[in-house]
C-alpha cells in the first residue's frame, strides 16, 4: 500500500501560481512513477503531467505543456507539482497518483491516489 496526501491547493488569481505537494508514505516510493490528474465540475477526469520513477523523464498534455511542471524528491517521498500562468479552466480538484508502470497517463495504471485539493483559479 502507498497512502499519498496532497497539499497545497487554494484560491489564485489568473496569471497566478501555486505548488501542490504529494507526501507519500508506505512502500518505497522511488519504486512508483509519479502522476498529477484533476477534474473540474461536470468533466472527467483529465491526465496533467507524470514523472517516471528517477525522475528524468516527465510527461505532459498540450493543455499544461510550458506551464506546468512536476518533480519529485525521492528522499523526501515527495512529488510537487509547479503550475505557473493559472487559467480559470484549471480550476479542479487536483490528485496525485502512484503507477508501478513509467511513462503512463491512464488513470487504470495508477493504484493508488490522494483524496484530492482544490484549486480555483479566478478571471
Known amino acids: 500500500q502507498v497512502q499519498l496526501v496532497e497539499s497545497g491547493g487554494g484560491l489564485v488569481q489568473a496569471g497566478g501560481s501555486l505548488r501542490l505537494s504529494c507526501a507519500a508514505s508506505g512502500r518505497t516510493f522511488s519504486a512508483y512513477a509519479m502522476g498529477w490528474f484533476r477534474q473540474g465540475p461536470g468533466k472527467e477526469r483529465e491526465f496533467v503531467a507524470a514523472?517516471?520513477?528517477?525522475?528524468?523523464?516527465?510527461n505532459y498534455p498540450d493543455s499544461v505543456k510550458g506551464r506546468f511542471t512536476i518533480s519529485r524528491d525521492n528522499a523526501k517521498n515527495t512529488v510537487y507539482l509547479q503550475m505557473n500562468s493559472l487559467k480559470p479552466a484549471d480550476t479542479a480538484v487536483y490528485y496525485c497518483a502512484a503507477s508501478p508502470f513509467d511513462r503512463t497517463y491512464a488513470a487504470p495504471d495508477y493504484g493508488f491516489w490522494g483524496q484530492g485539493t482544490q484549486v480555483t483559479v479566478s478571471s
Open positions: 514523472i517516471s520513477r528517477s525522475g528524468g523523464s516527465t
